[in-house]
């Protein structure tokens, strides 16, 4: 099973950018796919998640309104649009996969994927 993050990148404060995370080595239709986020000594904190199947969705407060979670099935690929970046949104993201839907700490997923810097300039 392999996750791979991409898409991070330095970006000035109310910019936008776009991770994906594509997703192999078994059928992730069961799956819910996971944002997180690491800013340097910080915990691991959840982002934003997905629904394979339905697609329902749910965001962490922080990022509600600014970060939006999709995905392409047949591409077996996730994504999360980032707009209105701020610095504090700083960190290393990760993509995940979890079985249980709803669960929002690191310690419930399944599965994880490399992260991916995302620096935002003030």
């Known amino acids: 099973v392999q996750l791979q993050a991409s898409g991070g990148g330095l970006v000035q404060a109310g910019g936008s950018l776009r991770l994906s995370c594509s997703a192999s080595?078994?059928?992730?239709?069961?799956?819910?796919m996971e944002w997180f986020r690491q800013a340097p000594g910080k915990e691991r904190e959840f982002v934003a998640a997905?629904?394979?199947?339905?697609?329902?969705?749910y965001y962490a407060d922080s990022v509600k309104g600014r970060f939006t979670i999709s995905r392409d099935n047949a591409k077996n690929t996730v994504y999360l649009q980032m707009n209105s970046l701020e610095p504090e949104d700083t960190a290393v993201y990760y993509c995940?996969?979890?079985?249980?839907?709803?669960?929002?700490?690191?310690?419930?997923?399944?599965?994880w994927g490399k992260g991916t810097q995302v620096t935002v300039s003030s």
């Open positions: 080595g078994r059928t992730f239709s069961s799956y819910v």
């Open positions: 995940a996969a979890a079985t249980s839907y709803g669960a929002t700490t690191a310690e419930a997923m399944d599965y």
């Open positions: 997905i629904r394979w199947s339905g697609g329902s969705r």
